[in-house]
């Protein structure tokens, strides 16, 4: 069983519809929790961090943790074409080591 | 201004070859990583420095060899290319105190034939 399980996708949504992206982890010693979001042959760059469990807004997006479950997810509202990449949940027990889950791709259509 | 910058972007080569990867970063980090992407893109981390100092060093093969001359440059040095070695190479960069936010760089994408 992989450290960190992230459905690979795609998903695909009409515009303009709420996006939920999901991962799951085995480790309950992880602290640090990260969304990454990467366009087509580029690195990937961060969207959202979260310390602990708790939600966290940025305007269209809102991350979500649930240590007890070992559950995060980022939800994206009003979603755009803009918004089409794959996605990367990542998480840390220290801040340093941060494990990546496999991405979710998703595509927006308008 | 790139933050974080690697050259060459793309790499082919013969399997049996030496190659290096170099990066920089303007950041003013003090640690920087290499990260490693399969063709079904899975990250994965390979090494990492601070201050100069490597402090991760995953289960890479001895093939692989990280070297930093200054806590701006980390290059990546690998000896006798194998095919199971294509992947997307990614240098990062990251100022521990300010939390675990990575910058990545664009990625070298090697190719060994």
């Known amino acids: 069983q992989k450290e960190v399980e992230q459905d690979p996708g795609p998903l695909s949504v009409p515009e303009g519809a709420i996006v939920s992206l999901n991962c799951t982890y085995s480790?309950?010693?992880?602290?640090?929790f990260m969304w990454y979001r990467q366009y087509s042959r580029k690195g990937p760059e961060l969207l959202m961090y979260?310390?602990?469990?708790g939600n966290k807004e940025d305007g269209r997006f809102t991350a979500q943790v649930d240590k007890s479950s070992k559950y995060i997810s980022l939800f994206i509202r009003d979603s755009q074409p803009s918004d089409s990449a794959t996605y990367l949940c990542?998480?840390?027990?220290?801040?340093?080591?941060?494990?990546f889950g496999a991405g979710t791709i998703l595509r927006v259509k308008s | 201004d790139t933050a974080v910058s690697q050259t060459p972007k793309y790499l082919v080569t013969q399997m049996g070859n030496d190659k290096s990867i170099k990066c920089e970063q303007n950041l003013g980090h003090d640690t920087m990583y290499w990260y490693k992407q399969d063709s079904k893109k899975f990250l994965k981390i390979m090494f990492s420095?601070?201050?100069?100092?490597?402090?991760i060093n995953e289960t890479v093969p001895n093939r692989f060899s990280p070297k930093s001359p200054d806590k701006a440059h980390l290059n990546l040095h690998i000896n006798s290319l194998e095919l199971g070695d294509s992947a997307v190479y990614f240098c990062?960069?990251?100022?521990?105190?300010?939390?675990?936010?990575?910058?990545f760089g664009p990625g070298t994408r090697l190719t060994v034939l």
């Open positions: 420095y601070n201050n100069k100092e490597l402090i």
């Open positions: 480790n309950s010693a992880f602290q640090y």
């Open positions: 990062a960069s990251s100022q521990l105190a300010g939390g675990p936010y990575l910058y």
């Open positions: 979260t310390y602990s469990s």
């Open positions: 990542a998480m840390s027990e220290d801040g340093n080591k941060l494990v």
